[in-house]
């Protein structure tokens, strides 16, 4: 039996699944049926119920296995990665999915489920490092959100119903407003008005839906630009992929970035981008990535309100989102977007 066989066998086992998702957990390395799973930690700001690992099988081969509680985020990975193949016309890859298997049972009480992939392996050489590849990143980030989505076509190619337009952007709005209006541990005035203003824009339904191509996690410690046997950049982790407006994408991209690095991210994704926005006015995109970002703010004030180990996380969060929507503000847009 191959390696991948083996490890598919092992990953449906109860005892074992139960062995690589325990948080109480303080080993790092697991020998299993000569395999070593080698877990790789997970840098996130959101709380999160999933575990990585590096696999190494009895025939030296490597894999990467992605463990998560909440199925729809590895049946997103799965979403991506089919759709990233079928609009084929881009220079940029994904992981080859292996496998993957939805809702597992673990653990001894009932209902416990785990949902699991494994992808191939990546040596990689460089990541994303400077001013050069930051134009390539954003560059990246404009073909990604240039991938018109058809709803008959997605539905052929999963075999299962989509949702209508109009649905798809109500849900979509009312997730957004939720976020915008759950209680917040915010301090100063002018972050609170700008999220209370970003509310507003989404109530009266002023931010437009498109049927595009979402990353929903596009920063820079997801893409790689050189890697061993690939000759494109690999951008990873497509478990929050969404159809959207591109938007919802860029505005992550900024916000995890330092402004000094907006100008040219901001140039080199609308340079790329194509003729999307052609309707809109540079004003009202402005207003919509203004919008957007508070969302993102909002959503880092929470996670950093939860980090009980470093209380002082939560004040520097503050200082950056406000640091930043001044610096929005204050962009040469007429330079930026034409």
């Known amino acids: 039996m191959d390696d991948l066989f083996l490890l598919r066998k092992m990953l449906c086992s109860p005892n074992i699944l139960a062995k690589l998702i325990a948080k109480n957990s303080c080993d790092i390395t697991f020998n299993i049926d000569?395999?070593?799973?080698?877990?790789?930690?997970?840098v996130s700001s959101e709380p999160s119920s999933r575990e990585v690992y590096c696999i190494q099988s009895p025939s030296t081969k490597k894999y990467f296995l992605k463990l998560n509680q909440h199925a729809w985020k590895i049946e997103n990975e799965y979403r991506a990665y089919k759709l990233i193949r079928f609009y084929s016309v881009h220079e940029f890859s994904?992981?080859?999915?292996l496998d993957l298997q939805i809702n597992v049972p673990y653990g001894e009480t009932e209902g416990q489920q785990c949902s699991w992939l494994i992808e191939e392996w990546l040596d990689y050489k460089k990541e994303v490092d400077n001013s050069q590849d930051l134009i390539l990143s954003a560059r990246i980030l404009a073909q990604i959100n240039s991938m018109m989505i058809d709803l008959e076509q997605v539905s052929i190619l999963f075999s299962t119903p989509v949702p209508s337009k109009d649905k798809l952007a109500?849900?979509?709005?009312?997730?957004?407003?939720?976020?915008?209006?759950?209680?917040?541990?915010?301090?100063?005035?002018?972050?609170?008005?700008?999220?209370?203003?970003?509310?507003?824009?989404?109530?009266?339904?002023?931010?437009?839906?498109?049927?595009?191509?979402?990353?929903?996690?596009?920063?820079?410690?997801?893409?790689i630009i050189e890697a061993k046997k690939k000759t494109s950049p690999i951008v990873l982790d497509w478990e929050d992929f969404r159809i959207d407006n591109p938007i919802y994408d860029l505005s992550h991209f900024l916000y995890f970035l330092q402004p000094c690095d907006w100008s040219s991210a901001i140039r080199g994704?609308?340079?790329?981008?194509?003729?999307?926005?052609?309707?809109?006015?540079?004003?009202?995109?402005?207003e919509m990535i203004v919008s957007m970002y508070s969302v993102w703010a909002a959503r880092n004030l929470r996670w950093s309100a939860r980090r009980i180990d470093d209380p002082a996380q939560l004040?520097?969060?503050?200082?950056?989102?406000?640091?930043?929507?001044?610096a929005i503000r204050s962009l040469s847009w007429k330079n930026l977007v034409k």
């Open 34 to 42: 000569n395999f070593l799973f080698n877990k790789i930690p997970v």
């Open 94 to 97: 994904s992981p080859e999915i």
């Open 170 to 223: 109500e849900n979509a709005r009312l997730d957004i407003l939720s976020e915008l209006r759950r209680d917040l541990p915010v301090l100063d005035k002018n972050i609170t008005l700008q999220i209370s203003k970003a509310a507003e824009y989404f109530e009266n339904k002023r931010f437009p839906y498109m049927l595009i191509f979402n990353h929903g996690d596009y920063h820079k410690g997801n893409i």
């Open 269 to 286: 994704y609308f340079g790329n981008l194509g003729n999307i926005f052609v309707q809109f006015s540079r004003l009202e995109i402005v």
């Open 315 to 326: 004040q520097l969060c503050q200082n950056k989102i406000a640091t930043q929507y001044c």
